[in-house]
């Protein structure tokens, strides 16, 4: 009984540290900044090779296995592109998989981390490029580099 006691005493000394996580090393409560300065509903425009492109956040969420990702659409004319992606709690983004292509949890396959290196984001064959405070600035795509009007 005695080492039962002594067990349960040492959890709740480890669980009543008193702060709130974030400045003793552990866990923050607050929610990693987002990786673009978008909302789900917002558009962007671009102009580039053929045209115009738009890249949509889209305003809902798609169960991807077993996961809420959001989804990015890159428009151009009457073809587009919609890719999933996930940010986690540590502020870490993951692609789940391309609309037509392949997704996290079918035929094997695995989420793929995002580099976030160098204020870029690659998803396969499209990247997006982003200002200091987070806005697409850039697309580059396989048909070539799309730049926003709204930072020109």
């Known amino acids: 009984m ?3 006691v002594a067990l349960l005493a040492l959890l709740l000394a480890g669980c009543s540290s008193g702060g709130s996580g974030a400045a003793d090393g552990g866990p923050s409560d607050e929610p990693a900044p987002s990786w673009i300065a978008m909302v789900p509903g917002d558009a962007e425009v671009f102009d580039g090779p053929g045209g115009e492109m738009l890249l949509i956040y889209v305003d809902e969420t ?4 077993r996961t809420n990702a959001s989804a ?3 428009e151009h004319g009457d073809r587009y592109t919609t890719d999933y992606v996930v940010q986690d709690d540590d502020g870490a983004l993951w692609w789940y998989g391309r609309r037509g292509s392949w997704r996290a949890g079918r035929h094997g396959e695995e989420p793929r981390a995002v580099d976030l290196a160098d204020h870029e984001a690659r998803f396969g ?3 997006i490029t982003l200002s200091e405070d987070g806005d697409p600035v850039q697309l580059e795509t396989p048909a070539g580099v799309y730049t926003s009007r709204s930072s020109s």
């Open 125 to 127: 064959d499209r990247v």
């Open 62 to 65: 798609y169960a991807i296995d």
């Open 72 to 74: 990015l659409t890159w």
């Open 2 to 4: 005695k080492v039962v």
